[in-house]
């Protein structure tokens, strides 16, 4: 089934033709913005008590639009939003590809392969995807692609992040155990390397084969688990949440759990108070009714760029907004504590990680200490001479 | 007998350093504490708290008025301003301020304050005699800085997250206009001459000087700490002295106050203060500046003479604001 639903009717094409010819600040200014969602089927998990929201990313990019209106309306600019919702098993590709050609700017929160696919039709080249829902680090390298941005972070960024903590604290010595999924798999061999890139240890690998439902039996089975090699921290790489909620409290050793559960490396957490960020969680939580996740925050963020774009230069084609985004002029200010900017070399927003449990922000990244010649924020992540990404090259 | 002598010795000595206490120069500095629903008071003779008053809940922008008998306190998470009665120390009377109120400023003839309302994207101005609203003013999203001009012509909100300066016309009550500054501003201070307006940028690290008659930017002050990393210079709070000699520059989490020459615009100097520095305050001599250090809990006294820190006062937890009542107010 595929939903299609619009917060404001369009209009004739017509009104599209602004977008090629740049306009001033002061003359008015519509702003019309796609949100594309390919929706996937959940494999089954031990728990069910917290399943994703079914309209994460959706509520982000909806707030983002409110923001940019409330700022629009001192300068004659208006935004708004059309959304293409494809559930699990629909196409939507097949569904927004009509709705296409009429957008510059379109967030795509949409797994890996639907993202390229899109990226790659030839009714969005030349405009300006914003990635809000993968973290994959191949679309950052190899197959990164000029018509994409990432507003959220890559895995590297959230393992190096989490690793940088770990070094710091003096618990180099990491017992993992990863899940069997290609994102479990993902996590846990960004997590080897962010741990090689910062003198950490994996001192042993365990993989979750475990097919039995160990809700009851976790307090025998996961201390044969973890004994063995002696380790300061259980990495747990479980990103369905089907097992890692089972870990903590339960390993042989007394150690903390970090990773996917326990401290958690994030782009966002409704837990984070400081920077005014207060403010933006409680807008968030009257519009949603629920706390703001990262994939929401991607989604607030690359709208929130738009909106700047469009403030700071009233010209709002891809092309435009693109060279904005990727200018030494942006300073996104996104209630993390600093001025956020792009990378050029891969489109990837730099930004701080958040170091989290379910209710405290324990820790921000960079840790203090990591140093780059550049800026600190890109010690988190992969750096510009290891980056496998053509397609920013001038 | 040695023994009277010693206690009548002593008994002079506490008479003495009572008097020393609150001498006819002392003034008393308050200090609002954020996360203590607190005031402290600071004796200025001997730069030692004096006094400990429970407000409403998390007091931030604190201010006197023209008069010194009362003293308005934004108490956030009351959602009300406060109106402390100076004399007694007891609230006195509450105001309707909108939601979730920040920061305000007093019009010079007493009469408008004009409060910012960081979740409704509002500004509130309410009448302090009749205590009702007079009018609200839509801006862009969390509005937090809040200055009326001595001149009483202008009051200007910044709004963090739209990044715009808004102008309001005090005697018709209007919004005039809004112009665009660097990212996330904070705070805007106008000079004594009602010429120039000082807003603070705190993610864009910068203060933007405006000139008030045409509304544009004149001049971008950028700022630079030795040793500090860039991303952690977080311009908030502004003082000007009156002679315009300096304009001083809270710089939030660098632990810093810049001292700048307030004709040339150049950086003088960056004082080391405690940790998180975001509000500050002059005594009425300017010879000594108090700062709010949020996060080490403590205010810095600075000598204005030789731009150095004298002294740290430990108040209570995240001050946040800081007002003078002068010496025989």
Not at chain 2, 107 to 134: C, G, H, M, Q
Request: proline share 6%.
């Amino acid at each position: 089934m595929v939903n299609t639903a619009g917060w404001r009717a369009l209009a004739a094409a017509a009104t599209f033709v602004v977008f090629a010819a740049p306009a001033l600040a002061a003359d008015p200014l519509a702003i019309h913005v796609l949100y594309v969602e390919q929706k996937i089927a959940r494999p089954p998990t031990l728990s069910n008590l917290d399943p994703p929201p079914p309209d994460l990313g959706l509520q982000g990019a909806r707030l983002g639009i409110i923001d940019n209106n409330t700022t629009g309306k001192f300068l004659k600019q208006s935004f708004d939003l059309v959304e293409v919702v494809a559930e699990p098993g629909a196409d939507l590709i097949a569904a927004a590809r009509p709705k296409l050609a009429q957008f510059d700017l379109i967030v795509v929160n949409a797994p890996a392969p639907v993202l390229l696919a899109l990226a790659d039709l030839p009714e969005t080249k030349g405009r300006l995807l914003f990635d809000i829902g993968a973290y994959d680090e191949r679309l950052r390298e190899e197959d990164c692609r000029a018509n994409v941005l990432h507003t959220l972070p890559s895995r590297a960024m959230l393992t190096d992040a989490l690793v940088q903590f770990l070094v710091k604290k003096k618990w180099p010595q990491i017992l993992l155990i990863a899940g069997t999924t290609t994102a479990d798999k993902a996590y846990a061999a960004a997590l080897e390397a962010s741990a090689a890139k910062f003198g950490a240890k994996i001192v042993e690998r365990k993989d979750w084969t475990a097919n039995a439902d160990l809700r009851d039996t976790a307090a025998e089975e996961v201390p044969l688990m973890t004994q063995g090699a002696a380790y300061d921290v259980v990495a747990v790489a479980d990103e369905g949440h089907d097992f890692g909620a089972t870990i903590a409290y339960n390993s042989w050793d007394a150690r903390p759990v970090v990773g996917t559960h326990g401290l958690v490396p994030a782009g966002w957490s409704a837990v984070i108070e400081p920077w005014g960020a207060v403010q933006l969680q409680n807008r968030f939580k009257t519009l949603a009714k629920r706390g703001m996740q990262p994939v929401d925050f991607a989604a607030w963020a690359a709208l929130r760029l738009i909106g700047e774009a469009a403030n700071r230069t009233g010209v709002i084609d891809a092309a435009s907004v693109r060279a904005y985004a990727l200018s030494d002029k942006l300073q996104l200010s996104a209630f993390k504590g600093r001025g956020l900017s792009f990378r050029v070399w891969n489109g990837q927003l730099r930004q701080p990680i958040h170091l989290v449990t379910s209710d405290n922000q324990v820790a921000v990244a960079p840790i203090g200490g990591f140093l780059h010649q550049r800026t600190d924020l890109d010690t988190l992540g992969l750096d510009e001479p290891e980056s496998k990404c053509k397609a920013f090259k001038p | 007998m040695i023994g009277k002598f010693r206690l009548l010795l002593a008994a002079g000595l506490g008479l003495a350093s009572g008097q020393w206490a609150t001498p006819a120069s002392a003034h008393l500095v308050y200090i609002s504490n954020e996360k203590d629903n607190t005031l402290s008071v600071i004796d200025t003779a001997t730069d030692e708290v004096v006094k400990t008053i429970p407000v409403g809940e998390r007091p931030r922008a604190i201010q006197f008025s023209k008069d010194f008998k009362k003293l308005f306190i934004c108490a956030s998470d009351s959602n009300i301003v406060q109106v402390m009665d100076v004399a007694t120390g007891k609230i006195a009377a509450t105001l309707p301020s909108g939601d979730d109120p920040e920061q305000f400023d007093l019009s010079p003839d007493n009469r408008k304050l004009f409060i910012a309302n960081e979740n409704d994207a509002a500004v509130t101005v309410v009448d302090t005699d009749s205590r009702t609203v007079i009018k609200q003013f839509d801006t862009g999203v969390e509005p937090e800085g809040i200055a009326i001009s001595p001149d009483q012509k202008w009051a200007i909100a910044t709004s963090e997250t739209t990044s715009m300066v808004h102008w309001f016309d005090v005697e018709k009550m209007e919004a005039i206009d809004n112009t665009l500054v660097d990212q996330r501003p904070r705070y805007g201070r106008f000079s004594k001459d009602s010429k120039l307006l000082w807003v603070s940028s705190e993610v864009g690290g910068s203060v933007t000087i405006m000139d008030v008659a045409s509304r544009k930017p004149l001049k971008v002050i950028q700022f630079d700490i030795p040793g500090v990393l860039h991303d952690e210079v977080q311009p908030v709070g502004i003082r000007l002295t009156s002679d315009g000699k300096y304009g001083f520059v809270a710089l939030g989490p660098s632990n810093h106050v810049a001292v700048v020459d307030a004709h040339t615009f150049e950086v003088l100097k960056y004082i080391l203060v405690g940790r998180r520095v975001w509000h500050m305050e002059l005594t009425p001599e300017e010879d000594k500046l108090y700062t709010t250090n949020g996060v080490s809990g403590d205010v810095t006294v600075i000598d204005v003479a030789s731009l150095a820190p004298l002294k740290s006062i430990k108040v209570g937890r995240y001050p946040w604001g800081a007002a003078i009542l002068p010496a025989g107010k």
